[in-house]
């Protein structure tokens, strides 16, 4: 085997597991942002947020990491994703950014407290479905012809992006109800409870529609399942989705599972994940970009991957220490400076 079929798929692997940590971790508190509306009060809200204030800056690391490194090993996926979902992609940072901004000036602002955690849980909704948009997109397939995109300025928008837009809503507002279970105590343990058993509902309903939709693609993601029959060893993935549902279902019943919710939603997030990935591989573009014709040179990647080996291990570690400092339950009275 030779640098030029390996590395790709390394690079491939490194992007991946960058995207999947941003959407596991940075999606919950997205999902307390959807979720701010339905707090009983202002102190309620100050507590939501509150879970997440030490930590919740950390998390956008990830989309730098995978952003960054599809840049550098993939420029030509890059620049394709880039032309084709310019305004799905500006709308998120602008929402991620007015995100950042209404949760800082919340816990500083007197009169304008209101308007801050509205403006909270409007930046929230808006990045959580322009990512779903961007990842329907993708999904779909984009329209190539010699690697060159065809589609115009809104080529992105389908009713199957929108679909999964509205998916990823409230696949981010479970995660954000589950974290809250697992954090909180009293009143607002009570309501995140109270809406995370319809949200197990919605989420799996629309995991079922989305995967009903796919075979209908152009970019043959359900044929890769059935040929060759890869469908025997792929079949324990959306099995294990379904227990896993199950579990999640129970979990949310039971009172006296804090954590368990939160866990189980992540590895639900984390096999949809991967059966996403299992079936655009080896594409990274869907119907037909490949990760070997999107590639940078081996000796850019051997370079970057020297960066990678020290950076990548540095903020799994500052990741996991923050967690670490800041776990257990988060009264309703602290505060955040």
């Known amino acids: 085997m030779t640098l030029e079929l390996v590395l790709p798929v390394v690079w ?8 999947l940590m941003y959407v596991l971790l940075d999606g919950f508190v997205l999902g307390l942002g959807i979720l701010a509306p339905f707090a009983e009060d202002e102190a309620q809200l100050d507590h939501m947020m509150n879970t997440a204030a030490p930590i919740w800056d950390g998390n956008e690391t990830w989309l730098v990491l995978g952003g960054t490194a599809l840049l550098a090993a993939f420029p030509k996926a890059y620049g394709l994703v880039l032309s084709a979902l310019y305004l799905p992609v500006l709308l998120m940072l602008i929402a991620l950014i007015f995100r950042g901004v209404a949760f800082e000036f919340r816990f500083k602002a007197t009169r304008a407290k209101r308007f801050w955690g509205a ?36 080529g992105w928008f389908s009713p199957f992006s929108m679909l999964t837009g509205v998916a990823v ?110 079936g655009i591989w080896p594409n990274i573009v869907p119907p037909s970009l490949s990760i070997w014709d999107a590639a940078s040179p ?40």
């Open 119 to 154: 403006a909270f849980g409007l930046g929230s909704i808006l990045a959580a479905a322009m990512q779903g948009v961007i990842l329907g997109a993708l999904v779909e397939g984009m329209p190539l012809t010699d690697g060159k995109y065809l589609g115009g300025a809104f």
């Open 169 to 278: 809503v409230f696949g981010y507002a479970l995660l954000g109800s589950c974290w809250l279970i697992m954090k909180t105590a009293g009143a607002t343990q009570k309501t995140a409870r109270t809406l995370t058993r319809p949200l197990v509902l919605v989420v799996v309903a629309f995991m079922g529609l989305v995967s009903a939709w796919l075979p209908f693609l152009d970019s043959r993601i359900m044929a890769r399942w059935f040929e060759s029959g890869n469908f025997w060893w792929l079949a324990p993935v959306p099995l294990l989705a379904l227990a896993n549902a199950f579990a999640l279902w129970r979990a949310a019943m039971h009172e006296g599972r804090d954590a368990a919710p939160f866990v189980l939603t992540l590895c639900f997030f984390a096999l949809g994940f991967a059966g996403l990935v299992l």
């Open 12 to 19: 491939f692997g490194v992007i991946g597991f960058g995207v």
């Open 298 to 337: 081996p000796s850019t990647q051997v370079f970057l991957l020297v960066g990678i080996v020290i950076l990548l291990p540095a903020i799994l570690g500052y990741t996991w220490w923050s967690y670490s400092i800041f776990r257990g339950k988060v009264e309703a009275d602290s505060g955040y400076h």
